[in-house]
Nanobody, 131 residues
Framework: DVQLQASGGGLVQAGGSLRLSCAAFGFTFEDYAIGWFRQAPGKEREGISCIKNSDGSTYYADSVKGRFTVSRDSAKKTVYLQMNSLKPEDAAVYYC????????????????????????WGLGTLVTVSS
């Protein structure tokens, strides 16, 4: 079965760091991209980062560029999101997801989304940032 398992959320002070992990199961890791999304209460879900596992190319939303870094460990079939300089507005539930109909990160007009296809989502992990 295809599964994505996100972990690593928690409570951190503003200016601090957290590293999220997304472990992938049930598909050929190197053949697809895995993305990170977040959703804060009362706000729409936002695609913030993506990594194309075949070549390591990445995408970042402007809201996290320069502070967050996405990476992968193919041996562990895991994608990481290193989050530095966290701000209160980064507080959200963070999800990892993949579309098994495409190998690339679906970026349209500068915005990342999974697009249509065979989409799989992990359960979210909560990030709380205190000011």
């Amino acid at each position: 079965d295809v599964q994505l398992q996100a972990s690593g959320g928690g409570l951190v002070q503003a200016g601090g760091s957290l590293r999220l992990s997304c472990a992938a199961f049930g598909f050929t890791f190197e053949d697809y991209a895995i993305g990170w999304f977040r959703q804060a209460p009362g706000k729409e879900r936002e695609g913030i980062s993506c990594i194309k596992n075949s070549d390591g190319s990445t995408y970042y939303a402007d809201s996290v560029k320069g502070r967050f870094t996405v990476s992968r460990d193919s041996a562990k079939k895991t994608v990481y999101l290193q989050m530095n300089s966290l701000k209160p507005e980064d507080a959200a539930v963070y999800y990892c997801a993949t579309n098994l109909m495409t190998a690339r990160c679906n970026v349209v007009d500068g915005t990342y989304s999974l697009g249509s296809g065979m989409n799989y989502w992990g359960l979210g992990t909560l990030v709380t940032v205190s000011s």
